[in-house]
């Protein structure tokens, strides 16, 4: 079994920053695609950000120039940091990634269980 375990959400004020942590965990074989994934209260799921094996970036246009998404492969683990914080950036952003488990040579897709960032005076 796999696990993705986000971590690093909270309450910071309009202007400041937080960086996000996703570990995968378990039977991993290899990690292929990663993302960020965001749930604001009544809006459906948006992609924010993601990341492939081989490093290449994509962004939605409104993160652009104040989030950076990156990885580090031999620690299984993704990283969101968010500068410049706005208040339409509160919302539940959810880990996600395509992970190849040990046995087995097709990927599956896996969700972490969210964590919460509030971004309020």
């Known amino acids: 079994q796999v696990q993705l375990v986000e971590s690093g959400g909270g309450l910071v004020q309009p202007g400041g920053s937080l960086r996000l942590s996703c570990v995968a965990s378990?039977?991993?074989?290899?990690?292929?695609?990663m993302a960020w994934y965001r749930q604001a209260p009544g809006k459906q799921r948006e992609l924010v950000a993601a990341i492939s094996s081989g490093g290449r970036t994509n962004y939605i246009d409104s993160v652009k120039g104040r989030f950076t998404i990156s990885r580090d492969n031999a620690k299984n683990t993704m990283y969101l940091q968010m500068n410049s914080l706005k208040p339409e950036d509160t919302a539940v952003y959810y880990c996600?990634?395509?992970?190849?488990?040990?046995?087995?040579?097709?990927?599956?897709?896996?969700w972490g269980q969210g964590t919460q960032v509030t971004v309020s005076s």
């Open positions: 378990g039977s991993i074989r290899s990690i292929y695609d």
């Open positions: 996600n990634a395509d992970i190849v488990l040990v046995f087995w040579v097709s990927p599956r897709n896996y």
